[in-house]
């Protein structure tokens, strides 16, 4: 078997290679592509849940400064995202997201934005962090505090529903975390130039996601079938 290459650390990357510069233009897009979809997620969660419409608002617009922050980072290091590779990325979690809302499926779209994507977020950005160029740093930190509250709302409502929407929850779960495994191994080779291993996303996304739905209120047998069901369809 080919023996793959170290995973870059903060002393061996260097954030001015073509190689660098080459997996930082997908990443990038990805990032700032998830971030205006959210933006736009957190617009139709609001006009689905209206009594928390202001709130749910102002969580949109913490992910207009989220993708703006991640321009920035872009621009910095002078790489230019491929935007059109990252709208193919997203394009079957955002159609179910589309199609659960035009069916007025609030609680597929909480599970979809609040859960799967914030935990993906959370592990990302978290891993990042520590190999991130001192710009990226600085606003990735700033930025993984907000996606904490993102995801606290999901689980706070869903919380509160619980009995009437655990099934549904179940449900959405099967339809998108096998999306979310693939889409996880389609950027590891881009993660991995920039210093992130596939493994410890694999491991902070299913910690971050699995405590998530321990506090809506599935038990540990639940939780370890949902997160294989994933598994075993990717
Ligand atoms: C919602 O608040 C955020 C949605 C963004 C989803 C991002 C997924 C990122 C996966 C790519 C892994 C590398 C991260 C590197 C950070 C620049
Ligand atoms: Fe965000
Ligand atoms: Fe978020």
Known sequence: MPQLAAVPTLDTLDFHSDTYKDAYSR???IVIEGEMEARENYVHLGEMIPDRKDELLKLSKMEGRHMKGFQACGRNLKVTPDMEFAREYFTQLHGNFQEAFANGDVVTCLV???LIIECFAIAAYNIYIPVADPFARKITEGVVEDEYMHLNFGEEWLKANFEDVKD???A???QNLPIVWKMLDRVADDARTLGMPKEELIEDFSIAYSEALENIGFKT????????YGLRAA
């Open 27 to 29: 990443i990038n897009a």
């Open 112 to 114: 979809i934005q609040s």
């Open 168 to 170: 549904r929850i179940d």
């Open 172 to 174: 959405a779960n099967r």
């Open 221 to 228: 047998r639940d939780i370890m079938k949902m997160m294989t």
